[in-house]
């Protein structure tokens, strides 16, 4: 594993240089997978241009190239996640926050390969409107939710879930009290899992022009795939609720370990072969030490593989993965945000200070010589884009290709 603090060997962009065109030839890519292959395999290379620096005390001179600031670029995060961060900070409320996880079973991936903008919307739809009709129902309040999708596992399978940070209260309806959930207890989990269950089903059986291919083929015809659906509906969903987190700098954290995480960082990418082997860190869930905390493993896997199971979690394009509700939505936003703090209290906590404390240390020093250790580096010189072959690999025919 790579030391914290310094910039790791191998990234993904190196792995899809070397053998992005290898997969291209035997498997069908959406339009957004291939955007951010070539964008990715760019990411700080000559390709998108940058500056030349020089130390101003032993003259050394290196080259740093520009970044491509794709969302699905690990190494591109750090820095939008520190913007964005900065930015909530007013947004948070001095009230304890629940983070609340909602899974899409397994069996639904088969459709989720071939309708990943539908089923992730109906994800999104179903999980908030279950914590907001609790909510109304329980409290008369209206909640204040960020929720984050995620789509992967460990091991870059397909796992899509809803990593929502949600309020321990709500404002009621003529927003002059605040009332709280508890300190301890959001809402009952059994009775918000049947209700994510019941609104996501509902909303799939409605939800016309839906693509059967691949593993979910057989669902085709609509007696099969209500069939399927009400079989679904009758199994256990499972909701996760974690324990509340309260304070500006414990909910930064909270969000900053999920807003702009991708399917994986280059720090778990352990090694890159010569011939095409990946070898990366994960964690094993079924696996846990005395502790219940899940085993370090690691998995080899060739780039082939590797860059398959990455290019699914390409979200499509447009597709916004953070959504707001509730107290932190609408055109009424500030507001009502307002009318919290009022009944609340200010939080007291500068910006700066807890986006700094919460989110993990940047490389070496980025302005400090690698050679002589002591002089500031400073720009001198411009470096234009370097024309080189396109890093557009031919599209093999197949109309949906979520699959890949």
């Known amino acids: 594993m790579n030391a914290v603090g310094t910039r790791p060997e191998h990234d993904i962009g190196e792995i899809l240089r070397n053998w992005g065109p290898e997969y291209s030839r035997t498997h069908a890519m959406t339009s957004a997978q291939r955007r951010v292959m070539r964008v990715l395999s760019e990411c700080r290379t000559s390709a998108l241009g940058g500056h030349l620096e020089e130390c101003e005390a032993c003259g050394y001179e290196r080259p740093v190239y520009n970044s491509c600031g794709d969302r699905h670029c690990p190494t591109c995060q750090g820095q939008l996640a520190r913007e964005w961060l900065a930015a909530r900070l007013e947004d948070v409320l001095d009230t304890a926050y629940f983070h609340t996880i909602f899974t899409l079973p397994d069996e639904f991936n088969g459709l989720v390969a071939y309708n990943s903008a539908a089923l992730y919307d109906l994800l999104f739809r179903a999980a908030s409107a279950a914590l907001r009709h609790l909510a109304r129902r329980r409290l008369k309040v209206e909640l204040g939710i960020v929720a984050v999708l995620h789509t992967w596992g460990q091991a870059l399978w397909l796992h899509p879930h809803l990593h929502c940070i949600v309020t321990g209260g709500g404002l009621s309806r003529d927003r002059t009290r605040w009332v709280s959930t508890g300190a301890e207890f959001l809402f009952d989990v059994v009775e918000l899992s049947n209700e994510f269950r019941r609104r996501f089903c509902r909303l799939l059986l409605a939800r016309s022009g839906l693509v059967f291919g691949g593993d979910a083929a057989a669902l085709a015809p609509r007696p099969a795939f209500e069939a399927f659906v009400e079989e679904q509906a009758r199994r256990p969903w499972v909701v996760f609720v974690k324990k509340p987190v309260r304070g500006p700098r414990q909910v930064l954290e909270y969000l900053s ?103 993990p240390p940047c490389a070496d020093d980025p302005r400090r010589c690698p050679s002589c250790g002591a002089g500031p580096l400073r720009p001198v010189r411009r470096l234009y884009p370097v024309a080189a072959p396109p890093v557009v690999w031919p599209y093999r025919p197949g109309r949906h290709a979520d699959a890949a």
């Open 257 to 359: 370990r999920y807003t702009h995480r991708v399917a994986i960082s280059n720090r778990r990418i352990l090694d890159v072969s010569a011939d095409g082997q990946v070898t990366f860190q994960y964690q094993d869930w079924r696996d846990r030490d005395w502790r219940e905390r899940p085993r370090q493993k690691t998995m080899t896997l060739s780039a082939v593989e590797f860059i398959g199971r990455f290019l699914r979690h390409v979200l499509p394009c447009g597709f916004r993965k953070i959504r707001f509700y509730g107290l932190l939505a609408g055109c009424e936003r500030g507001a009502k945000l307002a009318a919290a703090r009022a009944l609340l209290g200010t939080v007291d906590a500068p910006a700066p200070a807890d986006v700094a404390a919460v989110l």
